[in-house]
């Protein structure tokens, strides 16, 4: 199987769930100053999303870059981290909307949540078949951003019944904590080809 | 012609029409879990057609592997199985929202039905040009998930006005079967390549 | 200037276009086959703007086959393109709704005219940079279809204020004729490689 | 980091935007030629967007084709700049909705304006990490265009308090004045395989 199809398949589905989004942004019927401050929630939620499917798109091309054989298995658990990213768009629109309440928060960390498990999965996968001595094993380390960001959720998930405003800094500080790109990965990169 | 071209188009299509499905989950306007529950079938539609698109990627991608030449018939096969899964966003969205009712699960099994020949022309297509001894020949063998489906879903059409519960098991049975990927051209790719 | 980004951006809106015309479908809210009737006009003016994108994408792929060199003029009559066949969806949804109302056929045809046009014009670009002994100029040959469609479109938008059934099958005629591949250009390469 | 991955996922970011606009152009109930006398403005909107993505595109394909490393700061200006694209499709369609209404073309330059700041932010790390010798620098030269373009931009949102039409002719103009292709990168380049 060809691994070009399916960085360019992921590709596709990412820059489309990226875009679609500004769907769901309704422009207001009237043309004042006062029309377009209720979108003000819609266009910050759609502004996280924005960045955490970068960094996801980010991240899945640096950890594709290592993978050399691509299988039946590796397929699935990829489309399987797509599944879960299509659907930012939904709760991106409905958080929104509803001006970052309580529920809908919790439903938008649910989606990061299943697709940090999602992104794990994937990993463990290719690490598997790569073995401990593989460049991404050593770019990887100990993970800690991999292990932080899926309790992160949870905390938020959680906190959003105290007060959303919680779980908004969360999903924040775990994106901000994210946008530095997996450096570590590229390091390694450029060490072995050394 | 190019057949990386070819190949390039139909993951354009296929990604779009597994990505736009979600512009059909309408997000509710209120904010509680109770405005959530009416979309379940929603959810559970929206995840069986992600299944069946991610299944013919795969499968898709398994076959023109095998391929060398691309005509004229060729890519008219191929469009003419694009057009029947460019409506699966439509049946999907329909049978969600009439929370999986008779006679949209009986339109939902139509447009199965349709892909499944729609992808059995292209496939005899793709044979007769390689001939008997062809990988694409070994791996299928005697097709019998590819003779089963079609079959599958008649049933399941004519046991939607029964109960369409059935129908749905039926779709749901089949996405499962088709699930594990088409180890058998993988198999005979590696084995030839050896 | 790559050819081959050129080619994916292309192949990109066609996808695009080819796609979101399904989003045009709006389902019923009920769940009854007299629900779906007054969407037939819907379901075929979608068939046959996706056969005439098809076409397009196919006879594109063709043209583009044959240049070498991609220039800024090259890349804006592509752009130009592109523009008329973004518009198909808007006209398709609009007929079908109508019903292949006399009016909305006039502007299906507008439509169709301007793209003919537009693909022309980057048809003779492409001629005038590589000479009159070319591959593409010898397989277009009198190129009969290219300026006989034009005309046909012609007629068709005007049959609309007489009948508009007579415009319906003056573009179903014409996608007929075209539907048949541009063989005469895969003769042609056929030929020369040998 | 792999440059071709950067520019197809930018491809397809653009491709989508370029298209997804027609969404935006709801076709009226009606079926008379009055019915779409409403819509002139929308289309007017929709063609001015078509124009400034289609130049986007163009430029940031001649400005890639220089780069040879890929890095995170690189990707993430690349994202930021597609993030302000991808509010394009919401401005056009507010826009034309309110037939260029003074705040609506107002915030149609805002996002104009940090389109360019986010480009001359993406142009102004390639030119660093090539030296004042590049092929870039030297093909950029002065960059009058590109720092004429926010200066503009800025005229024509303050303009829109006094006349939108301003505002308007301003858009247009600076559209027009991109039309024509860098061609300034495409000669050096020429120049230098020599």
Same mark, same amino acid.
């Given at each position: ?10 590709d ?13 942004i309704?422009?207001?019927s009237?043309?004042e ?30 950890m ?29 629109g ?5 001006s970052?309440a309580?529920?809908?928060? &919790? ?5 990061l949540?299943?697709s ?14 790569q073995g ?5 094993a ?17 905390? &938020?998930?959680? &906190?959003?019944?105290?007060?959303p ?25 450029? &060490?072995?080809?050394?």
């Amino acid at each position: 199987m060809n691994k070009n199809r399916l960085e360019a398949f992921s590709d596709g589905v990412l820059a489309i769930v990226i875009t679609i989004m500004v769907l769901e942004i309704k422009f207001p019927s009237g043309d004042e100053w006062t029309d377009l401050q209720p979108l003000i929630p819609v266009f910050l939620s759609y502004t996280l999303s924005f960045i955490y499917i970068g960094i996801y798109w980010n991240n899945h091309h640096h950890m594709l870059h290592t993978v050399t054989k691509v299988n039946g298995k590796l397929m699935w658990a990829n489309l399987h981290l797509l599944f879960w990213l299509s659907l930012i768009p939904f709760t991106t629109g409905w958080v929104g909307e509803n001006s970052f309440a309580a529920f809908p928060m &919790a439903v938008y960390g649910i989606i990061l949540l299943m697709s940090a498990i999602a992104y794990f999965i994937l990993q463990r996968l290719i690490l598997h078949s790569q073995g401990p001595d593989s460049i991404l094993a050593k770019a990887l380390g100990k993970d800690l951003k991999g292990k932080l960001s899926p309790i992160m959720y949870l905390l &938020a998930i959680g &906190a959003s019944w105290i007060d959303p405003a919680i779980s908004g800094a969360i999903y924040l500080f775990v994106a901000l904590m994210w946008l530095i790109p997996d450096l570590r990965i590229e390091k390694m990169i450029i &060490a072995e080809t050394d």
